[in-house]
């Protein structure tokens, strides 16, 4: 099965799905399409950013220079997320919707605007039912889930309904929503996401090849052209690439070429000083290489 790779280029393009359901806001599919995405863009959201809140204790907040901009972590959601990482919500207290972009009242209010009785829109009020959770309208959410059963999708909707002890059917619903997320991407993105669909193996390779075309041999300095091999390995522009590529080097091969990547540094210093940049070919090669260096 081929995986989504999260990229800051591969973030849901939210502005582009609220053009598409303003485009027609009477079509049931725009506003279950908007309604599918910008869940999925919560859980893009948190696979990116759950690991710095809970294993190297960054606070939620907004960035300046997040790919989730212009429709970043709100304020308020900001703050729902911090007490729930610092469980400091008090029994007495409010439950606190859980709507990240702050993006999900308007969702709501246009799937239900044309929703309609009818089995084909039976995974809409799964969705709405989902919305409604999510905004802490819990009556509304056993109304819609209620709806969405009596249209044939009684598993699923008994889940929403009575989540105690139904989670592998609460699995199969994010798995759902996760699979029509991607096939609307792709549908409506094209390439420009389906090339994130993909393992991450075959991801790097891609991204290799392609930095790695315009690569001549010719114009690498001879003092060091025995770092060549290397530089094809591992001299990868791509963050999360280049971290791959070193992994599956052996750990005494990993040493070696950091060693080797030392020794020459003040080299590749003074050959890269007398290139043009941005960096292509062989230059940026080498560049990334010793970026690989300090990783190692």
């Known amino acids: 099965m081929k995986i989504h790779l999260l990229r800051r280029e591969s973030v849901t393009p939210i502005a582009l799905y609220i ?4 485009e027609q806001p009477d079509s049931f599919d725009r506003q279950l399409e908007f309604g599918i995405v910008l869940l999925y863009r919560e859980r893009e959201y948190r696979s990116m950013y759950g690991s710095d809140w809970l294993v190297r204790d960054v ?18 959601a900001a703050d729902h997320l911090g007490a729930l990482i610092d469980r400091v919500r008090t029994l007495d207290a409010p439950p606190s919707p859980d709507d990240l972009f702050g993006l999900k009242r308007s969702a709501l209010d246009g ?4 929703l309609r009785p009818v089995k084909a829109h ?24 209620a709806r969405a059963g009596e249209l044939g999708e009684t598993q699923l909707a008994g889940a929403l309904l009575d989540p105690i002890g139904n989670r592998t059917a609460l699995d199969a619903f994010e798995e759902r929503m996760r699979r029509r997320a991607l096939g ?8 420009a996401f389906t090339r994130y669909l993909t393992t991450e193996g075959a991801f790097c390779e891609q991204e290799r ?20 091999p290397l530089a094809r390995h591992v001299g990868v522009g791509d963050d999360v690439c280049r971290g791959w590529f070193i992994r599956k080097l052996s750990v005494r091969d990993r040493r070696a070429a950091k060693a080797l990547i030392a020794e020459h540094g003040a080299a590749i210093d003074a050959w890269l000083a007398t290139r043009d ?17 300090e990783e190692l």
């Open 19 to 22: 053009a598409r359901r303003d």
């Open 59 to 76: 606070r939620p907040a907004a960035s300046p220079d997040s790919p989730f901009q212009p429709y970043d972590l709100t304020p308020e």
């Open 111 to 114: 799937l239900r605007r044309t």
């Open 122 to 145: 039976a995974f809409g009020w799964l969705v709405a039912s989902r919305l409604h959770a999510d905004l802490v309208e819990h009556a509304e959410a056993a109304t819609a889930a």
């Open 184 to 191: 609307a991407r792709s549908a409506v993105e094209g390439a």
């Open 209 to 228: 090849a392609a930095a790695l075309a315009g690569f001549d041999e010719s114009r690498v300095p001879a003092e060091l052209r025995p770092l060549m």
């Open 277 to 293: 940049q941005p960096y292509e070919g062989e230059a940026a090669a080498f560049f990334w290489l010793r970026e690989a260096g």
